[in-house]
């Protein structure tokens, strides 16, 4: 089996409500069954929904962990995770934004490399607002899942970020155009799509991902891609986000 440590994705888009938080924890679904430990952690520091999606006993949060490290009461990594499944944790957002504006930029990083050696994979799901929390997090990660739709607002937005992204000369941004999250036809061609914001687009969620009955499962606390009895319309998607999940993998292992 490879060998991977502590790799940190962060999921981010121009836009709200593009899918980003229901690809996180999908995401996390298939790294649980890729047999690799993943963290997940809810870096939309205001408005978090990840317990709220997972029907998560809020007990400790991410700005519990933050005060007890800067006041160095922090003791046991796994006090402030929620434990999924055997390979998902979770660390949920804020009970309240005005904790979460408290939260600096040193904390975030600290908080990261706490966790990095007990993970295969971190997941950072972040807020479509260049917050601190997430302006660290694209800053802090191995690779940024950036989120696209066919909406002109959204794609003008998503050039000029891509644009400075770029200047750090990383090159470790994977550009996702989601077709699921929102049962219509896309208008604008692929084509259009990447002239727009001049980038190429490495992944497609294909409109066949579109659940139509979501809210049941979102009701449920359900993480899509681990609920058999859900699956997608086909088998293929499960695979395609299966195979997303491993290059990611793969990525890192050529980088080493
Ligand atoms: N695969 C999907 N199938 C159906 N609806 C989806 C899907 N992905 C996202 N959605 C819809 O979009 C909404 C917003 O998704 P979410 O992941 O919370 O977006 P973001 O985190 O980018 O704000 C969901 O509540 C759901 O209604
Ligand atoms: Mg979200």
């Given at each position: 089996?490879?060998?991977?440590?502590?790799?940190?994705?962060?999921?981010?888009?121009?836009?709200?409500?593009?899918?980003?938080?229901?690809?996180?924890?999908?995401?996390?679904?298939?790294?649980?069954?890729?047999?690799?430990?993943?963290?997940?952690?809810?870096?939309?520091?205001?408005?978090?929904?990840?317990?709220?999606?997972?029907?998560?006993?809020?007990?400790?949060?991410?700005?519990?962990?933050?005060?007890?490290?800067?006041?160095?009461?922090?003791?046991?990594?796994?006090?402030?995770?929620?434990?999924?499944?055997?390979?998902?944790?979770?660390?949920?957002?804020?009970?309240?934004?005005?904790?979460?504006?408290?939260?600096?930029?040193?904390?975030?990083?600290?908080?990261?490399?706490?966790?990095?050696?007990?993970?295969?994979?971190?997941?950072?799901?972040?807020?479509?607002?260049?917050?601190?929390?997430?302006?660290?997090?694209?800053?802090?990660?191995?690779?940024?899942?950036?989120?696209?739709?066919?909406?002109?607002?959204?794609?003008?937005?998503?050039?000029?970020?891509?644009?400075?992204?770029?200047?750090?000369?990383?090159?470790?941004?994977?550009?996702?155009l989601n077709n699921s999250y929102?049962?219509?036809?896309?208008?604008?061609?692929?084509?259009?799509?990447?002239?727009?914001?001049?980038?190429?687009?490495?992944?497609?969620?294909?409109?066949?991902?579109?659940?139509?009955?979501?809210?049941?499962?979102?009701?449920?606390?359900?993480?899509?891609?681990?609920?058999?009895?859900?699956?997608?319309?086909?088998?293929?998607?499960?695979?395609?986000?299966?195979?997303?999940?491993?290059?990611?993998?793969?990525?890192?292992?050529?980088?080493?």
């Amino acid at each position: 089996m490879k060998n991977i440590k502590g790799k940190v994705i962060t999921v981010t888009s121009s836009k709200g409500g593009v899918g980003k938080t229901i690809f996180a924890t999908n995401l996390a679904g298939v790294f649980d069954y890729l047999k690799k430990k993943v963290l997940l952690i809810d870096m939309d520091l205001s408005c978090g929904g990840i317990s709220v999606l997972l029907n998560l006993e809020k007990s400790k949060t991410i700005y519990n962990l933050y005060d007890d490290i800067l006041n160095n009461r922090f003791k046991d990594l796994n006090d402030y995770v929620y434990h999924y499944s055997d390979n998902i944790d979770i660390i949920p957002s804020c009970k309240d934004p005005r904790q979460g504006n408290k939260i600096d930029g040193k904390g975030i990083e600290q908080i990261i490399s706490a966790y990095k050696s007990n993970y295969d994979v971190i997941i950072l799901d972040t807020a479509h607002v260049p917050s601190v929390a997430s302006l660290v997090s694209l800053d802090i990660s191995d690779t940024i899942l950036y989120i696209v739709t066919d909406n002109m607002q959204d794609l003008k937005n998503t050039a000029s970020m891509l644009t400075i992204l770029k200047d750090r000369k990383k090159d470790n941004i994977k550009v996702i155009l989601n077709n699921s999250y929102r049962n219509e036809k896309n208008y604008f061609s692929r084509f259009d799509i990447k002239s727009v914001i001049k980038n190429n687009i490495d992944y497609i969620l294909p409109n066949s991902m579109f659940i139509p009955n979501i809210n049941k499962y979102l009701m449920d606390g359900k993480i899509l891609v681990l609920n058999n009895k859900l699956s997608f319309k086909n088998n293929n998607d499960r695979d395609l986000l299966i195979k997303i999940g491993m290059s990611l993998i793969g990525d890192d292992n050529d980088e080493k």
